[in-house]
């Protein structure tokens, strides 16, 4: 079993659509990330987080430390949201290496 | 500030060979980490550098190898070259510190045939 696990692993929306990503975890953390890639193959950071919820802009990401799960939503979606989405946990016990999930790929069409 | 970038962008090699892929830093980030990212699957924890000196290595064998710099840039070095070694190879830099964020260069793209 993986330490990291997405769900879903694919996910089509219609634009607009409210949009919810999944991540589970089975390590102590010290952080979570959720990262965005597109098809070109860079990552950007989008959130970091450690506890509680952050939001930016349409994004929004959720942790619970003691359910060991973590959500990212995306409000009124639009194509270009179109990405791979990445969680990764940084390991409490390592020296702040990532873990990383499968990722979810999001097709969002108009 | 400038970002995290990483050469070549794309790489062709083929099985046997050697290769040296280089990464450079954001500004003022003295750790680097690397990762391999096959077709379909998360990034995979290849070894992180500190001022230098290797101090953390994922379950890679030793024909991968990596260097820092006194600049805090990076190179990574794989040898023998195998099929299975044509992944997105992604460096990520930050400053040293559990709560740092990692911020990561565009990748180089290595195909060995």
């Known amino acids: 079993k993986n330490e990291v696990e997405q769900s879903p692993q694919n996910l089509t929306a219609q634009e607009g659509e409210f949009i919810t990503i999944n991540c589970s975890y089975s390590?102590?953390?010290?952080?979570l990330h959720w990262l965005q890639q597109h098809p070109g193959g860079g990552i950007v950071s989008l959130f970091m987080l450690s506890s509680g919820k952050k939001k930016h802009g349409r994004l929004i990401a959720t942790i619970n430390i003691q359910e060991k799960h973590s959500s990212l939503h995306i409000t009124a979606s639009h194509p270009r949201d179109s990405a791979v989405y990445i969680c990764?946990?940084?390991?409490?016990?390592?020296?702040?290496?990532?873990?990383f999930g499968k990722g979810t790929k999001l097709s969002v069409k108009p | 500030e400038t970002g995290v970038t990483q050469s070549p962008t794309h790489l062709i090699k083929t099985r046997g060979q050697q290769v040296t892929l280089r990464c450079s830093s954001q500004s003022g980030h003295n750790t680097v980490s690397w990762y391999q990212q096959a077709l379909g699957q998360g990034p995979q924890f290849i070894f992180q550098?500190?001022?230098?000196?290797?101090?953390g290595r994922g379950n890679f064998p030793p024909r991968f190898s990596g260097l820092q710099f006194p600049n805090y840039s990076s190179e990574l070095n794989v040898n023998a070259l195998e099929l299975d070694d044509s992944a997105l190879y992604l460096c990520?830099?930050?400053?040293?510190?559990?709560?740092?964020?990692?911020?990561f260069g565009p990748g180089t793209r290595l195909t060995v045939t």
């Open positions: 990520a830099s930050r400053d040293w510190g559990s709560s740092s964020e990692q911020y």
């Open positions: 390590v102590g953390i010290s952080a």
């Open positions: 550098y500190y001022r230098e000196e290797e101090n």
């Open positions: 990764a946990v940084k390991d409490g016990g390592s020296q702040g290496n990532l873990i």
